[in-house]
């Protein structure tokens, strides 16, 4: 959830491996790790927390985003949707809200913002 909206729905394998959203991205690259020979690039969230009472318009993690699109992000709110292929889905498999399509190769590499 981010600012009281689901973001991303779907098992704990399915939203660790790889997470869809950035936010969730960002989330996992912050945890700690006891594994001094693993290299893994932390994601700074930008910016401060919006206000709950008057959230962003579009998607409300763009003024946050390290992936973010530009206007597509500050004007459209993006539905929860199928994971991999951005399709509708039904109630029962893996979604996430956000306009940017991901593959597992794009994991871990921010564009920036
Ligand atoms: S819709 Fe845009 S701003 Fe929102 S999470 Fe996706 S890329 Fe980032």
Known sequence: MYLAELIEVGSAE???NPPHH???EALLSSIP???F????????LRGSMPSLSEPPSGC???TRCHRTLGDICVE????????ATGQPTNATSRRGS??????????ATPTGG
């Open 76 to 83: 459209q709110e993006p539905p929860l949707q199928e994971a």
């Open 60 to 62: 409300r993690f763009h």
């Open 14 to 16: 399915e939203v660790f």
């Open 98 to 107: 956000c306009s940017r399509p991901r593959r597992r190769t794009e994991a």
């Open 37 to 44: 020979g693993e290299r893994r690039e932390r994601i700074p």
């Open 22 to 24: 950035p936010y969730t």
């Open 33 to 35: 790790t006891l594994d």
